[in-house]
């Protein structure tokens, strides 16, 4: 009991050294953190201490009851100091966000993943390194990929794929995207799916999709395309009669802010 015991506290308290040890660059009093260091140190020394010393010596049950004691003491101490401290350093040092569009997309096809894999379907990503934030919330943003992937999923034809790509880029106003879209010098980012489908829509000159709402599928797509408008964003769907592909382009503004979050106090 006693070692399971030891092996549950030091795993606890190793986790929160190495949670500090990621923090020795972010700005915290020195004195204090030099305390703590040693403070660790000594309680860390006191189990090993303990530990030597007690080493056959567990047959004496007075012995083995006050070491249990005192090391139970030692650690709950020093666990609950480390508590306080890990809370106070999170507070105080937030975490830039990053990688949010791509951890989202992940997210999406983990939700579907099982219903791809029933239909054969693969799927290739290539994902731009280091794309920036966009200035659509999260949530919003998984509205958007989680009702795009159930639309691809409704036509996707089985045993072939879906494309999903990302990247960023300066774009400048254009006539055919509406006024209302674009700043000068405007960063934006761009999701792009591609895939290959077994019912033809209806067309307009260019090859693209004509959201006529008559279609329970199509009423979805026009959901999207209401919340990335919203968002100043740009949705477009295109279709290719030739190689009977389906293109989805979402374009969305980049944030220009430097976005923090908090990690959680659990």
């Known amino acids: 009991m006693a070692s399971a015991f030891n092996r549950g506290s030091m795993e606890s308290l190793q986790s929160k ?11 915290f009093p020195s004195s204090f953190f030099i305390d703590l260091i040693r403070l660790i140190k000594n309680t860390l020394g006191s189990i090993k201490n303990y530990t030597q010393i007690s080493r056959g010596k567990f047959s004496d049950k007075e012995f083995g009851e006050y070491f ?32 949010t569009v791509h951890h989202l997309i992940e997210e999406g096809l983990k939700k579907y993943q099982a219903h791809f894999e029933e239909k054969g379907i693969k799927i290739f990503k290539r994902f731009e390194k280091d794309l920036p934030e966009t200035i659509v919330p999260d949530e919003q943003l998984k509205y ?3 009702s795009v992937f159930q639309y691809v999923l409704a036509n996707v034809s089985p045993h072939l794929s879906m494309g999903l790509s990302t990247r960023s880029f300066i774009l400048e106003k254009e006539a055919s995207e509406g006024p209302a879209l674009f700043k000068k010098d405007g960063r934006y980012i761009e999701i792009s799916v591609v895939f290959m489908r ?12 004509t959201l006529q709402g008559k279609e329970p599928l199509d009423l979805i797509l026009r959901f999207v395309k209401e919340v990335v408008q919203r968002n100043q964003g740009v949705m477009k769907i295109e279709w290719d009669e030739k190689k ?5 382009s979402l374009r969305f503004p980049v944030e220009r802010r430097k976005v923090v979050y908090y990690p959680s106090m659990n």
Do not use: H, W
């Open 68 to 99: 249990y004691r005192a090391v139970t003491e030692d650690v709950e101490k020093i666990d609950v100091v480390m508590n306080g401290l890990v809370n106070y350093l999170k507070l105080n040092t937030p975490i830039r966000k990053t990688n």
């Open 144 to 146: 958007i990929l989680s």
């Open 17 to 27: 050294v190495d949670f500090l040890s990621e923090l020795q660059n972010a700005p």
């Open 198 to 209: 077994y019912k033809k829509q209806s067309e307009q000159e260019g090859g693209t999709v």
């Open 244 to 248: 009977a592909k389906t293109f989805i």
